[in-house]
């Protein structure tokens, strides 16, 4: 019985070493020239000459790897440190923002004619950047067209002092504003108050405003009028006398300069004032100009500044 059990398995493993046996095999591809490949049958796991060699080496023959950084600067650093001749950047401004850059791009046509190849890379070393909206942005856009009680509008300027701007000196209307690029420039700012017929108010006469607001409080609106400025003036009953209260005038809009990116340049936009009666007394609010466009204004402005301190060429869209 045993001598039975004992030739079974030495005629078994005769059997596996005859047909599981690994086999090394020398191929030729276009590119690469001669390689050496090991097959191996179903079920074995085969061996990686690549993972096996590159445990030996002092440095691996290609870069891979996406950095994530936080700020524009950042980003030209790590662009500056690690691009070369065929290096591009990536910007898009549909949905969430972002830039994208590429250091082992694809070559152009034109060189890779020049040097007898097909220009093709790898594409695997990158370095992202999200654009990650300011404190500031969010702050202002989450109470942008949200109606507020005086008394809480007059904390509300009170609390983003800082971020107000002084109305432009000699704000002249002359021609239509230019291009896309053109947006934050004085020239255009002075044909949007003209077509609004709105006044801008200095960050004094609102911070002025403020403290009137947080005085009237308790009043009651006897009149509202429209001024040719553009201004709204209101004038206020004080009820606990039944006698004439005093005027206070509302501007129709004024300027803010806050960073729409974190650690990014300041950028300026309108607001527009407005009000609206309820039952509980007047409802201030504002409504920013435009700032979906100032957004992506900002996105493109900021991708250029990239492409000039870099020297890399920029493509608006996301990469194949």
Sequence with gaps: ????????????????????????????EPEAGLARVVLVPDGMTPFDPEAYFARYRERPLHRSGEAVV?????LTLHVNRFKDEASALYAWVQGEPGMLALYDYHEPTATAEAEDHNGARFCRHRCRYAFPLSEE?????????TGMSQEKFAEFL???????LPAPANLKAERPPGDFGDRTGDEWLAHVL???RVKLASPNELVTLSRELSVLVEAKVASKAKLQSGETQIVYEETHRGEGGEAVTIPGAFLIGIPFFVGGA????????RYRPGREGLSFFYELHDVRRSLEHAVRDSAKRVAAATGLPLIFGRPE
């Excluded at 398995?9 to 046996?21: G, H, L, N, P």
């Excluded at 942005?137 to 067209?145: D, E, G, L, V």
């Design 1 to 28: 019985m045993a001598d039975n059990v004992e030739g079974a398995v030495f005629e078994t493993r005769q059997i596996m070493e005859r047909y599981a046996r690994p086999a090394e095999l020398t191929v030729t």
């Design 70 to 74: 936080e700020d524009l600067d950042s």
């Design 137 to 145: 942005w969010h702050h202002w856009m989450r109470f942008n067209a």
């Design 158 to 164: 009170e609390d983003r002092a800082m971020d107000l």
């Design 194 to 196: 003209a077509q609004l």
């Design 266 to 273: 300041r950028y300026r936009v309108l607001a527009r004032l």
